[in-house]
Nanobody
Framework: QVELVESGGGSVQPGGSLRLSCALS????????MGWFRQVPGKEREGVAS???????NYADSVKGRFTISKDNAGNTLYLQMNSLKPEDTAVYYC????????????????????WGKGTQVTVSS
């Protein structure tokens, strides 16, 4: 069982930045694929950015060039740096993990993830 706890959400004006953190109950290593996902009411949860266990990182087209996923390999924290935020980035953001996987092309599908945090709200509004 892997527990995940997100933090760092909040309210920001368009063009602003936020950094989300996800603390895992296990040490981050090559045994876990991880990612960030988001959901707005009435819509399906979507993948934002993810790592596979080969070290590939992938991003949704809507966030490429603005968001950066990173991880503390010596510890247990996953990050999402979000810059140039837009109102359409408003959502609840979740981090998630699963066992080993390799996908150099796509962001992980939400249905493929096994362990989930409870989410953190990000609101982008003027």
């Amino acid at each position: 069982q892997v527990e995940l706890v997100e933090s760092g959400g909040g309210s920001v004006q368009p063009g602003g930045s936020l950094r989300l953190s996800c603390a895992l109950s296990v040490r981050i290593n090559s045994d876990y694929c991880m990612g960030w996902f988001r959901q707005v009411p009435g819509k399906e949860r979507e993948g934002v950015a993810s790592f596979d266990t080969a070290g590939h990182s992938n991003y949704a087209d809507s966030v490429k060039g603005r968001f950066t996923i990173s991880k503390d390999n010596a510890g247990n924290t996953l990050y999402l740096q979000m810059n140039s935020l837009k109102p359409e980035d408003t959502a609840v953001y979740y981090c998630a993990a699963r066992g080993r996987c390799v996908d150099p092309v796509r962001v992980h599908a939400p249905s493929a993830m096994l362990y989930w945090g409870k989410g953190t709200q990000v609101t982008v509004s003027s």
